[in-house]
C-alpha cells in the first residue's frame, strides 16, 4: 500500500510539469500558426479582389500578386500557361496570357504580314482577354531603328491602332 502511495504522489508531482510543458508547446504552436497568415497574405490576392479572382480562375496555381497603388498584378499558372490578371480600383480591366508567335492563328500571322510590321522582330506575344468578352493579340515588335513598341490585332487579324484594354 505504501509503495502505490509513493507512485500516485509521484506521478501529481510530474503532473505540473507536464502541464506546463504541454502548455508551453501549445502557446509556440499557437505563435507558429499566428505568423504563418501574415506571411502569406503578401503573396495572396487583395480581399477587394480574391471572389472575382477565384471565380475568373478557379484553376489558378502558384499566385504572385503585386499591387501598386490602385492597379493589382496577380501572376499564376493555369493548365501549364502562363497569365498576369490586371485589376484596377478592385475591377478586372484585363488579362494577358504568355503565347508564342508560332501558335498566333493563321489569321493573325497574315493580319501582321499585311501590315507591313514583318520586317521587325516578334520579341513577345500575349492574348489579351478583356472584359467584354473578345481577345486580342499583342505583339511587341522591335527593330534596329526604334524602342519595342506593342501592336495590337483583333481575332479577325485586322491591326487595332489603340489597346483595346485602354479604351
Known amino acids: 500500500m505504501k509503495l502505490y502511495i509513493r507512485s500516485v504522489f509521484f506521478h501529481l508531482q510530474r503532473v505540473p510539469r507536464i502541464r506546463r510543458t504541454l502548455r508551453l508547446l501549445g502557446i509556440a504552436g499557437c505563435c507558429l500558426i499566428a505568423a504563418l497568415p501574415a506571411k502569406a497574405q503578401n503573396i495572396s490576392v487583395p480581399k477587394g479582389i480574391a471572389e472575382l479572382f477565384y471565380i475568373q480562375y478557379p484553376y489558378a496555381t502558384d499566385l504572385k500578386c503585386r499591387v501598386n ?99
Open 69 to 167: 497603388g490602385n492597379r493589382t498584378v496577380v501572376d499564376f499558372l493555369m493548365k501549364n500557361e502562363q497569365y498576369e490578371a490586371i485589376y484596377k480600383k478592385n475591377e478586372w480591366a484585363y488579362t494577358a496570357m504568355n503565347f508564342s508567335f508560332d501558335r498566333l492563328p493563321e489569321k493573325i500571322k497574315s493580319g501582321f504580314r499585311r501590315s507591313r510590321l514583318d520586317a521587325a522582330d516578334v520579341e513577345d506575344v500575349d492574348v489579351i482577354y478583356i472584359p467584354s468578352g473578345y481577345e486580342t493579340y499583342r505583339l511587341l515588335l522591335k527593330n534596329a531603328e526604334t524602342t519595342p513598341r506593342y501592336q495590337y490585332f483583333s481575332e479577325s487579324g485586322k491591326r487595332l491602332h489603340t489597346p483595346p484594354h485602354q479604351n
